[in-house]
């Protein structure tokens, strides 16, 4: 017998155990699977129930939105039913949008059919009526379509509180139920049954029998579905015997709402899928175990030689000064194998020195063409960010025009979000360009607007004149260069908008000492030493009511979409911040002048600031409440959040998120935006969520400026200003969930 022969039958006789436990584990697979596929029914319908939750959301942010309708507010019926029928055009997923008068009775609605209808006895209407800023739900078949929906309504009341009418939209349940079949791919049957058992959308396979309308009540399929605590899944025999396995949705809010979802599949084709897959892996491995013995019987043959083959062509290769060349794994044991590792060691530590030759030289070269670069991509930056404006503006504003293009819109979208990512490149660039960290530094602010004065001519237009006026041997400020560069372009902005038909902008920057009798814009004495910049413009200026809220956040007298009175409070609190103040004057169609007053550097000294330490991204484990409105940015946030190792709960408004404080004990911290449609902003939520979970640390996440609101007192929160990085996210978490208890 050769030693080829026998090294064969040793391999075979070592590889009967492996094999043997290689099948047990695919039938142990083969019961995961199966474990799997029925975790994954109650799954399913816990998914479509998380849907239909937010369908349902997003049908009360639709009746917020209608609510403020001046095309509501009549008691014209055609021209309402005509609103409505547009509004529903936008809308498909609804079967109608009707209005209900308080005394029940139906007023208009999308499908203009001018019926008169009392809808006392629907049960959404009774609830609706005692209700305040929510919905009531109900699912139902509509009377004027006969269609199985879910009933959204909304109280629309007066600003004493009186109910002015009811907003109801009928949202299609057989649609609904139609696209998660097809997203399901007709894998699992979907089954919608209400509190009192009547099928309200019915599986269109599996030898269904009772139809959209018929009822289940009294029958096992229907106790399971309505038990508040059994387990997520059963196996249920239907009329011909056939076992279907059935998982039920257990959300609250749904179930509450009087509906139930179910997801089911039957059990012969869940256990035929998992032994198919069984047999499938069994047979990879019969041939895989072939191809190994085969392989085998020809490595035992040519192993030596081949060998020495790799040795040789190793050594010619660097001969002939290719260090990159490498010996690949597996190497033999022995001598032979040992050579190959010292081999591959002594071409690697070659290359090693190569390569660290190659990078001084490098180096050499880019320190020679820095300041070129300096120069060469502050420019571009620079222009680059107007041409990313135009993209993002328009981008958006194709996005709300094509609302009804689901395609389109997400074509706009990804342009937004393109966009976004070219203004991060933009920043990046224009910090490289002043080789400085936007951070407050002593500098000559007539210096910096003068590095403006070109963008503030393009931002004017060609109907505004503007000059410059600098005085002589102006003091230094310790400032942002970038807040205060945002600053000035806020209030030339404003300016502008002020001079719609042309006119003068004058910008001034010179020392001033101020006195107890010179008073900021809350009243306040303010003496010592600063260096003034004033924006003043020739516009139409301001009443006086105007002025003295002026600086409120929110507040504006600008159309709707063309302002959102966070310029001028974003200005305040940066001169504040600064240590410095605001003074303001204004009278109608003699225009305004604002002036920021920033505190006088004692010294002269320039120093460059030492850059800041490099902040390691680190890794929790705690659980975070995530409140995000903006679907892209909360699944942004809870990849980067889970990425990081954190558990993360995601919400979008501060309503759900106070139900999750209240149902869930294991929540460290609560990271929220500031500004959320809905009525509640980041603050009221902080404040009401600290109340229920005393020591609940708080951090704050805002687009609009380095610190754009003030936390409420008795909550120790943190800022984190959008957009931010990994590394920026994971070390303010840390510094916010190490903040210690006040």
């Known amino acids: 017998m050769s030693l080829r022969t026998r ?18 584990r695919f039938v142990q697979n083969r019961t995961s699977e199966i474990d799997a596929a029925l975790a994954n029914l109650a799954a399913s319908a816990d998914d479509i129930a998380s849907d239909l939750g937010e369908k349902i959301q997003g049908t009360a942010q639709l009746h917020y939105g209608l609510a403020r309708a001046r095309d509501l507010d009549t008691r014209d019926k055609a021209a309402c039913s005509a609103f409505l029928s547009d509004v529903r055009e936008e809308y498909p997923q609804f079967t109608g949008i009707l209005t209900i008068d ?38 139902v078949f509509g009377r004027l379509t006969g269609l199985s929906v879910l009933q959204i309504a909304y109280p629309v009341r007066s600003d004493t509180g009186a109910l002015k009418f009811v907003l ?56 399971f579905a309505a038990d508040p605590d059994g387990e997520p899944f059963r196996e249920i025999a239907d009329r011909d015997g056939r076992t279907q396995i059935w998982g039920v949705a257990r959300s609250p809010a749904i179930r509450k709402a009087g509906l139930y979802i179910l997801v089911g599949r039957s059990k012969d084709g869940l256990i035929a899928a998992a032994n198919r897959r069984l047999y499938e892996d069994m047979a990879i491995l019969a041939v895989a175990s072939l191809l190994l013995l085969a392989g085998l019987w020809i490595l035992t043959t040519v192993s030596i030689g081949r060998q020495v083959g790799r040795l040789a062509a ?22 032979l194998g040992g050579l190959m590792t010292l081999l591959n060691s002594t071409a690697e530590s070659l290359e090693q020195q190569r390569a660290a030759i190659a990078d001084l030289s490098h180096k050499l070269s880019q320190s020679q063409k820095m300041e070129a670069m300096g120069q060469l991509t502050g420019g571009v930056a620079h222009d680059f960010n107007n041409l990313l404006t135009v993209i993002l503006g328009n981008s958006e504003h194709l996005a709300d025009r094509l609302a009804g293009n689901e395609e389109l819109r997400r074509i706009a979208d990804d342009i937004a979000t393109a966009a976004e990512r070219g203004s991060d490149l933009t920043r990046s660039l224009l910090a490289f360009a002043r080789k400085q960290p936007l951070r407050p530094r002593e500098i000559d602010i007539a210096e910096q607007v003068t590095g403006m004065e070109q963008l503030l001519q393009r931002t004017l237009g060609e109907h505004i004149e503007s000059s410059f006026t600098f005085a002589p041997d102006l003091w230094l400020a310790s400032v942002d260069p970038g807040q205060l560069a945002t600053a000035v372009l806020n209030l030339v902005l ?7 038909d042309g006119g003068k902008l004058m910008v001034e920057v010179r020392n001033a000492s101020l006195r107890e009798s010179d008073l900021d814009v809350n ?11 004033a924006v003043r413009d020739t516009g139409s200026g301001m009443s006086s009511e105007v002025l003295q809220r002026a600086f409120e956040p929110f507040f504006t007298t600008k159309e709707v979409g063309k302002g959102t009175g966070l310029g001028l409070s974003m200005v305040y609190g940066f001169a504040r911040q600064s240590g410095g103040l605001v003074q303001m004057q204004s009278e109608p169609g003699q225009g305004s002048v604002v002036r920021l007053f920033f505190p006088r550097l004692p010294t002269s000294s320039r120093e460059e600031p030492s850059p800041p330490a490099r902040v390691a991204a680190p890794e929790g484990y705690e659980t975070i409440l995530v409140v995000e409105d903006d679907d892209m940015v909360r699944a942004y946030v809870e990849n980067e959040l889970k990425a990081l190792g954190y558990r993360v709960i995601t919400t979008a408004n501060g309503p759900a998120a106070l139900d999750v ?82």
């Open 7 to 24: 090294l064969l039958i040793l391999v075979i006789a070592a590889m009967l155990v492996p094999a043997i436990l290689v099948g047990l």
């Open 102 to 139: 308080p005394d029940g009775r139906l007023f208009c609605d999308s499908l203009r059919t001018n019926r008169t209808l009392d809808l006392n006895d629907r049960g959404y209407f009774k609830e609706v009526k005692t209700l305040h800023g929510l919905v009531a739900v109900e699912p």
């Open 168 to 223: 109801l939209a009928s949202f299609n349940l057989n649609k609904f139920a139609e696209f998660h079949d097809k997203r399901l791919l007709a894998e699992k049957d979907i089954l919608l049954v209400d509190a009192k058992g009547t099928v309200l959308a019915a599986p269109k396979r599996g030898g269904w029998s009772v139809p959209i309308g018929g009822s289940i009540a009294g029958s096992d399929l229907f106790r």
């Open 314 to 335: 190793m050594a010619k290769s660097l001969g002939h000064g290719d260090l990159s060349a490498r010996i690949p794994e597996p190497h033999p044991g022995g001598e």
């Open 494 to 500: 404003n300016a502008r908008d002020a001079m719609p």
């Open 523 to 533: 009243g306040e004495p303010r003496p010592g030493d600063y260096v003034m910049l």
């Open 661 to 742: 404080l209240r149902q869930s004990a294991d929540i460290q911290l609560l990271f929220t935006d500031v500004v959320m449609p809905g009525g509640m902003f980041g603050p009221e939520l902080a404040r009401q969520a600290v109340q229920l979970r005393p020591g609940l640390k708080v951090l704050f996440t805002s687009g609009y400026s380095q610190d754009p609101v003030k936390t409420p007192d008795g909550i120790d929160a943190r800022i984190l200003t959008k957009p931010f990085r990994r590394k920026e996210l994971a070390a303010m978490l840390r510094a916010a969930l190490a903040e210690p208890p006040r």
